[in-house]
């Protein structure tokens, strides 16, 4: 059997384009009438990160369009033809009632839809591993190393997403968030000789734990339901705040720990219930902003910069220009 294959990233498509292809679907939007009969829209994706707006114009028999779209699911793959419009400056594809969207079994497709790792995940994780083995503490090594140590955390961690789109959204790129950190805090403690490095090694490599659940990979990224009602720091808090409770670690390093993690997004605007309260903490979240935020105006650039002529690009994310150039 002949299967489907992706044709053409959603980062590509451009007004005009006719478009035969496989997706994800990311989200369904309710049937809604409209003057010819009624429609609904998917919000599809694939692995280039991107998403676009799927409108199928049905026709009057509400009955037929309803079967349509309760044949569809979230995560569902999905087969598509249509040709990509702009509304209101945004791109989106028209399908007609004459070709239905098709969802497509496991067998039927040989796409990956979770773009791949950027860097070599057995390398990456080799490095992990030294940096841990570096912990001259030998009661915190041995903390760290048997949290990774058990076989379900470590296989996962490898291979995790560090976000579903923003930054390091790929396969692996929890670990190389990670480890990118640990190189910031290498530095910071390079500059500042008075920091605890064991301390910064160590909360480094625990502070995004709580994204192995809070974080799903099926056919897409996506949150998980307690990660979206409970969120990664408090996961990580939860988790750790059991795993150190049978550490026998001091009970003062037991709570900076715990303060790194949940601290290390620095501020309430960015969901940190506690801001950083001493210097160790101050650069574990700095290191995690410099890790996050050159990341995403890298690949801003990256992925705008053939596609257009001009020095700047509006990132509506930022509400500001960024030069391309």
């Known amino acids: 059997m002949e299967k489907f294959t992706k044709k053409q990233p959603i980062k590509d498509l451009k007004e005009g384009d006719v478009v035969l292809d496989i997706f994800v679907v990311k989200i369904k939007k309710p049937i809604t009438a409209y003057k010819n009969g009624f429609f609904f829209t998917l919000v599809l994706s694939d692995s280039s990160g991107g998403s676009i707006d799927y409108k199928y114009w049905g026709d009057s028999n509400e009955d037929k369009i309803k079967q349509i779209y309760d044949s569809i699911k979230s995560d569902d793959v999905v087969h598509v033809y249509g040709r990509v419009s702009s509304y209101n400056n945004k791109l989106d594809i028209g399908g007609s009632v004459e070709h239905p969207p098709k969802v497509l079994s496991q067998e039927e497709y040989e796409a990956d839809f979770v773009p791949g790792a950027r860097k070599d995940i057995e390398q990456m994780y080799s490095k992990f591993e030294s940096k841990i083995n570096s912990i001259t503490d030998e009661q915190l090594r041995f903390f760290v190393k048997s949290v990774f140590d058990e076989p379900s955390i470590k296989e996962k961690f490898k291979v995790h997403p560090g976000a579903i789109q923003v930054h390091h959204g790929w396969r692996g790129g929890l670990l190389q968030h990670t480890l990118e950190m640990m190189e910031y805090c290498e530095t910071a403690l390079k500059i500042n000789p008075s920091l605890n490095g064991n301390l910064l090694i160590a909360s480094t490599a625990l502070h995004d734990i709580g994204k192995l659940e809070e974080l799903e990979v099926t056919s897409r990224i996506k949150a998980s339901r307690q990660g979206q009602l409970v969120g990664h720091l408090t996961m990580g808090m939860i988790f750790l ?85």
């Not at 409770?245 to 303060?259: A, F, R, V």
């Not at 290390?264 to 574990?284: D, R, Y």
């Not at 996050?292 to 002529?309: G, H, S």
Request: charged content about 30%.
């Open 241 to 325: 705040g059991q795993k150190l409770k049978e550490s026998g670690l001091d009970s003062l390093l037991q709570d900076k720990i715990l303060h790194l993690v949940v601290s290390h997004h620095g501020t309430g605007e960015f969901g940190s219930p506690k801001e950083p309260m001493f210097p160790e903490a101050v650069a574990l979240h700095y290191a995690d902003m410099l890790s996050c935020r050159i990341t995403e105006m890298i690949d801003f650039v990256n992925d705008n910069k053939e596609a257009t002529e001009d020095d700047f690009m509006f990132n509506y994310k930022d509400k500001k220009n960024i030069l391309l150039r």
